[in-house]
């Protein structure tokens, strides 16, 4: 019980409501709902790397994908932009020296 780590904990018990609230106000109907495609992959590429700030990227996009899938085959667009915009939005956390420990330990090291 001691090698686990407590935030991984919190981090499971928190995305648990997330994916909830996600899915009850039907938000993937309303964006989807859209004349154009633009606004629901925006809106995809900013939630994506809004939670890659706080979470893990692999976790993140796991995530939003089915969320995605079923947004983007409303619009009768293709897949693969919605989840290509999820894949790069989730690489947006290597971007700040705060999410990625190497990063993190490279501006310590470095000042």
């Known amino acids: 019980m001691r090698a686990i780590d407590a935030r991984l904990v919190f981090l499971f018990t928190g995305m648990l409501p997330l994916a909830t609230a ?3 106000p039907d938000l ?6 859209q004349p154009s495609p633009r606004i629901p992959l925006s809106v995809l590429f900013i939630t994506s790397v809004e939670l890659s700030q ?12 089915p969320i995605s899938g079923s947004i983007v085959t409303d619009l009768g667009a293709y897949p ?26 490279s501006c310590g090291l470095g000042g």
């Open 22 to 24: 996600i899915q009850e």
């Open 28 to 33: 993937g109907r309303m964006l989807a709902e």
């Open 54 to 65: 706080i979470m893990s990227n692999t976790a993140t996009t796991a995530l939003l994908a």
């Open 80 to 105: 693969s932009a919605a989840l290509m915009a999820i894949a790069i939005g989730g690489s947006c956390a290597f971007a700040t020296p705060l999410r990625i420990p190497a990063n993190t330990m």
